[in-house]
């Protein structure tokens, strides 16, 4: 989740940080994205904090220790990658069963500093506590040196982008539900998932006007970009960009945790995606297009589909 | 806990922290208190993680949700003060059973943005998160406008302080523990204590040179004090302030989760504890002195005093 908790998207689960929200009134500041974004002195800073717990978000047999504490935090480096900070420290809370082996804890950490190295930010702290289950709480902190990207500047014209190709975290966890042992590389998406954080900055500098990380899932993710914008999305089915090793295409648009960024861009441009990836050796794909409205609206073979409760209705 | 890892006293939980911290060597930076601290652009930023977990830290039956809160954030600001800072920020990540009333998680936050407001800090954010035990992790961002107090600084020849009134908490513990009715100042101590930040910022000022929060134990903080300092500790049991609800007074020394400020101070000051009493109606109490050496030394009726596992013995 986010910092903010302003501009979200329809379901239950938002409505309780709204209900948060709303009561800290005056006793909150910087709220609304991704991350928090304040004032300290003369610098700006985008800060936000991000949970993962087991059996909730991983299971311990899935992922080497290595892997959970790299997936916990890159996770929290992508709300950064979301409102174009550059990552500076990382914390990492971690509980823990203490009858693990007492390396165990220091693989985990060394997985979060390798995913925080990667984006050259640093370990600035961290906790270690008891809990009957494990899990990673990653507070990530990062500076502003340029124009925030927000939710909530898309307007009517706007084509929307998604970076990357998806499915693959939502592939890799359904082989682990069904005991199976997924694909490689779609198990790499769901253990390594990258913080795109220099691709949103390179974005952001070629008219980006609203962004949000993928860590809902694609249409779910629309949603709060649309109600912060004040705006509908259509997103093409046909257009979403597929992992290839996904087996139901549905996965793209309903599978969380990506990590990748979904974007409006001002007006049409024939070379964004070529020149994307020729930075960043990565797909860029327009998906879609920003209309009058509120909402999100899938078309597919030219019909609108439904997605309730995290499923496709057609 | 503290977003450094250096400059701990002896303990398993803490050569647990030590193997963390090596194991992460270069990919560190800003450790060595109970804050990181940063040079962030032009900014000097203290920040910090602590974690509070059901049934580890207290149960829920004994607080109201709003001291849940409260409690969670004064013992992280706590962590800003013991480093002279000035709280800006706090981020508090909720783990819940989702069967709570949906008010609930709300009222938490509710608390813990009043121990913010107290200390003229503000929420940044916060996630919420499914979690069988309850659980707050707390992230606290703070300004450096001066000179920072750590750790290390105490010499031989200085006088040993602490602020307030010691065991309050423990003697609550101890109640709620054997299903009794605390008595409400020694509850009050343990359900909404509070982070002494513009106390410390004032002793800073009037030459305290090295400083730590209460937060394991007047003795275990000491240990870590004298440990970072490399110096030794003498303290004189009849000297520490006892709460006065407490029953037995070795729990001045043993008991946790003070927040109170344990500090060394250059040479003798005759006015100083009225001076500060003054200053914060609050007790200030000379108990000891650094001398050369290593470790810390309890003296009562003359002799020394073992502390092993939490208790005295003699």
Redesign the interface.
């Known amino acids: 989740?986010?910092?903010?908790?302003s501009s979200l998207g329809p379901g239950a689960?938002f409505d309780?940080?709204r209900?948060?929200w709303n009561?800290?009134a005056q006793?909150?500041?910087?709220?609304g994205d991704d991350?928090?974004i304040?004032q300290?002195?003369?610098?700006k800073?985008a800060?936000?904090?991000?949970?993962m717990?087991e059996d909730?978000h991983f299971r311990v047999g899935w992922l080497e220790p290595g892997e959970i504490g790299w997936r916990a935090a890159a996770a929290a480096l992508s709300d950064l990658a979301a409102v174009a900070a550059s990552p500076?420290?990382v914390?990492?809370?971690l509980?823990l069963n203490p009858e693990y082996p007492?390396?165990f804890?220091?693989e985990i950490?060394?997985g979060a500093?390798?995913a925080?190295?990667a984006v050259h930010a640093?370990?600035?702290?961290?906790?270690?506590?008891?809990?009957?289950?494990m899990?990673l709480?990653v507070?990530v902190?990062g500076?502003i040196d340029g124009k925030v990207l927000r939710r909530d500047g898309a307007s009517p014209g706007d084509q929307l982008y998604v970076t990357g190709r998806l499915g693959g975290p939502a592939q890799a966890l359904n082989s682990f539900l069904a005991k199976g042992s997924p694909e490689a590389s779609a198990r790499e998406r769901f253990a390594r998932p990258v913080p795109r954080v220099a691709e949103a900055k390179w974005l952001r500098d070629r008219g980006a006007t609203a962004m949000i990380d993928i860590s809902d899932g694609l249409v779910a993710d629309a949603e709060h970009l649309a109600a912060a914008s004040g705006v509908k999305l259509v997103v093409n089915y046909e257009k979403v960009p597929v992992h290839p090793a996904v087996e139901n295409p549905d996965a793209a648009l309903v599978g969380g945790e990506e990590y990748e960024l979904l974007f409006a861009v001002a007006g049409e441009s024939a070379t964004l995606s070529a020149d994307f990836r020729d930075a960043f050796d990565l797909d860029l794909s327009c998906i879609g297009r920003v209309e009058q409205g509120n909402g999100v609206q899938v078309f597919k073979g030219g019909g609108a589909v439904q997605i309730q409760g995290g499923y496709l209705h057609f």
Chains 1, 2 share one sequence.
């Open positions: 989740m986010n910092a903010g908790f689960e309780r940080i209900l948060v009561r800290l006793a909150a500041e910087g709220g991350c928090a304040v300290f002195g003369s610098e800073i800060i936000s904090v991000d949970s717990v909730t500076r420290g914390l990492v809370a509980g007492e390396d804890s220091a950490m060394s500093a390798a925080a190295k640093k370990i600035w702290g961290g906790d270690l506590f008891r809990c009957d289950k899990m709480n507070t902190v500076g």
